[in-house]
């Protein structure tokens, strides 16, 4: 077989391994050695590549980011702050159609400036905000669906994994990536809220609830001792990042220290709680490791089996333009968004379109947020809604279906469709705070 050959059945082979269950950095890093041992006939040659894709990952010193934001997070959430933004945001749309839920929304953003995980936005407010919409009579796959809808969030909203994941695989500047965050994630935000005041006048059937007539406007006070701590740890970080004050490194460091006083200082922070946030930390830190380790292989296999330079060719002689490219590449993440998760979506499709990306003078940043944004649709389709999957997992309620969840969060990822097909047309959208 040619090397094109090997290199087009390797990634089918990955997808299908992946779609089995197998480990998805097992499943890209074996399936790469064995395909580069087979195109160039040399066990030696492979095991090279190998190490050299280990020491990358390991000696890269924007690497830090990870565990440091990841412990930021894990910290932020145990000291219960997503609540409180929760709490803070419901009083204020108490009077609205869907107010609970636009206050999800907004509280989500806010928790996914902390957190960069749609995984615990979806897990913290299926218990905090699911009850509430359902103590209100609201329609339970419209509760579900805002959470679900919400969550994704903390894949864009900086710090997100996923950018910091793409930023090794694209070999770009993860301060760059998360400032181009910003616009987007807020855009998307503002998106999901004009959504649900649009249902609320349209198809108030499917949000349902009654006006909380017994809920007062909270104090002043209470306002600024439940959003300060959050809103000045996303200052400290997001403002020392932009201002060039703080390295992304260095932002990290600063807002795990900030995040380990606020919730030492609210008497959330035991030893025991300490220690488990430090060991969630180490497994979510060498899972991130694990999985760009077998990308850096995986990116090396392509090159040498020529399949980026095939696609190209294969789209320049059917005159592709601009257009074409960015359809089937969303076409393509979103079909995948049903089967694999977003992080092997990242991993698989992205190395092979980066080669057509750079020739088109387009900006990798810019597409970093179209992948991320694309993938992310992924987590609100079936057979594979990893968000819906964690909502119903974490709810443990029988009137409340899988069925329901997906359907619930079916608009919603619409609505994330239409503000991708805005990013792609507008990208000084991603690139305004960078520009």
């Known amino acids: ?253 600063t807002g795990a220290l900030l995040g380990l006083v606020i919730a030492a200082f609210r008497k959330k922070m035991t030893l025991r709680t300490f220690w488990e946030a430090m060991l969630e930390t180490g497994h979510i830190t060498a899972a991130i490791l694990f999985l760009i380790t077998a990308a850096s292989i995986y990116s090396r296999m392509l090159g040498m089996a020529g399949l980026p330079n095939e696609l190209g060719d294969i789209l320049n002689q059917g005159q592709f333009g601009f257009f074409w490219v960015m359809a089937i590449y969303v076409l393509l993440m979103i079909f995948l968004g049903t089967l694999l998760d977003t992080a092997s979506i990242i991993l698989i499709v992205v190395p092979l379109f980066l080669p057509l990306i750079e020739p088109m003078g387009l900006s990798l940043v810019w597409f970093g947020i179209i992948s991320v944004v694309g993938a992310e649709i992924g987590l609100l389709t079936p057979p594979l809604g990893i968000s819906c999957f964690v909502i119903k997992a974490t709810l443990n309620d029988d009137r409340i279906s899988l069925k329901d969840v997906f359907l619930g969060a079916l608009p919603f990822a619409a609505v994330m469709l239409v503000v991708l097909i805005i990013l792609i047309r507008f990208p000084i959208l991603s690139l305004a705070i960078l520009n």
């Open 1 to 253: 077989m040619s090397p094109v050959e090997i290199g087009l059945l390797s990634v089918i082979a990955i997808v299908v391994l992946i779609y089995l269950g197998l480990y998805i950095p097992i499943a890209l890093g074996v399936v790469s050695f064995v395909s580069i041992w087979l195109m160039r006939d040399n066990f030696t040659l492979a095991m090279n590549l190998l190490k050299i894709a280990v020491g990358d990952s390991v000696m890269e010193y924007t690497f830090a980011t990870v565990p440091l934001f990841t412990f930021m997070g894990l910290v932020v959430s145990k000291a219960g702050l997503g609540a409180d933004i929760y709490d803070v945001l419901n009083s204020g749309f108490r009077r609205v159609k869907g107010g609970i839920g636009m206050a999800t929304v907004g509280a989500n953003a806010v928790f996914a400036a902390v957190t960069g995980s749609s995984i615990a936005s979806a897990s913290v407010f299926a218990r905090v905000s699911v009850p509430q919409m359902l103590k209100h009579d609201y329609n339970p796959r419209f509760a579900v669906g805002v959470v679900a809808g919400s969550s994704v969030l903390g894949m864009i909203i900086p710090p997100s994994a996923m950018l910091i994941i793409y930023s090794f695989v694209a070999e770009q500047s993860v301060g760059d990536m998360f400032l181009a965050g910003i616009v987007p994630g807020i855009l998307l935000a503002v998106a999901y809220v004009a959504a649900i005041w649009t249902m609320g006048r349209l198809t108030p059937g499917f949000i349902g609830g009654r006006s909380p007539e017994d809920m007062e406007r909270m104090p002043w006070t209470e306002i600024a001792a439940k959003t300060l701590p959050i809103m000045g740890l996303i200052v400290v970080v997001l403002g020392g990042i932009y201002t060039g004050w703080m390295s992304p490194v260095e932002a990290g460091a």
